[in-house]
């Protein structure tokens, strides 16, 4: 079955650049997202990319996708303290958008 | 646009007891989906709708859950016979699709928390 997983935990400095990675198993999979979910809130979409890219860059967002190691990153460069979240990666077939999101990776920005 | 609304976004009931969520989805969004959320996991699919009728439903959703999407718009979530298993974050999502779905992007609320005693 598929499967997405994520590290649990990642602290970074302010003004640093965070990375978050993600790792899944299914080969089919055509688009990949990443959701943030701040305390108490819904899942907000920041970006996604489609199966046959590799790189996308959307402001301080760069998503990385290694589709041979089916390896999915996300890159926030200068890192604040309101980018502090759980982020998760998620990955769907692109048919109807039932995702299978990893377990997410809690972002601890410090001062 | 007010988002997907959700109410309540609390509700804690007595094991056995049966709840009842609403999502109020992104007006005119065709799609709504329920998925449900436990402590340190990601959202896991139960079901979605392509306007009134009910397409897929997840192995999750056993008997005692149903859920309803009488006139296309805002959709319920029940849960009968509750058990300590159900507690979790309910969360529904909305899209909108023409034909064939390729990029969608879901909308979601920002859940019910359900707590079973």
């Known amino acids: 079955g598929e499967d997405v997983e994520q590290s649990l935990f990642l602290s970074v400095r302010e003004g640093d650049s965070s990375v978050i990675n993600c790792t899944y198993t299914?080969?089919?999979?055509?688009?990949l997202y990443w959701y943030k979910q701040e305390p108490g809130a819904g899942l907000q979409l920041l970006t996604y990319i489609f199966s046959n890219m590799d790189m996308k860059q959307d402001q301080r967002l760069t998503v990385l996708l290694n589709k041979k190691d089916k390896h999915l990153s996300l890159r926030i460069a200068d890192t604040q303290t309101g980018d502090s979240a759980i982020y998760f990666c998620a990955e769907g077939t692109g048919t109807a958008s039932k995702l299978t999101f990893g377990t997410g990776t809690r972002l601890q920005v410090t001062l | 646009d007010t988002g997907v609304s959700q109410d309540p976004r609390h509700k804690i009931t007595k094991r056995g007891q049966n709840v009842t969520f609403r999502c109020d989805p992104i007006s005119e969004h065709n799609r709504l989906y329920w998925y449900r959320q436990t402590l340190g996991q990601g959202p896991e699919f139960l079901t979605y709708?392509?306007?009134?009728?009910?397409?897929?439903k997840s192995r999750l959703l056993s008997d005692r859950f149903s859920a309803e999407r009488p006139k296309g718009s805002f959709s319920t979530l029940e849960i009968q016979r509750t058990e300590q298993g159900d507690s979790a974050m309910y969360l529904c999502?909305?899209?909108?699709?023409?034909?064939?779905?390729?990029?969608?992007?879901?909308?979601f609320g920002s859940g019910t928390q359900l707590s079973v005693l």
């Open positions: 999502a909305s899209s909108f699709v023409i034909g064939a779905a390729g990029n969608e992007k879901l909308f």
């Open positions: 299914d080969s089919s999979s055509t688009y």
């Open positions: 709708f392509q306007n009134e009728a009910q397409l897929e």
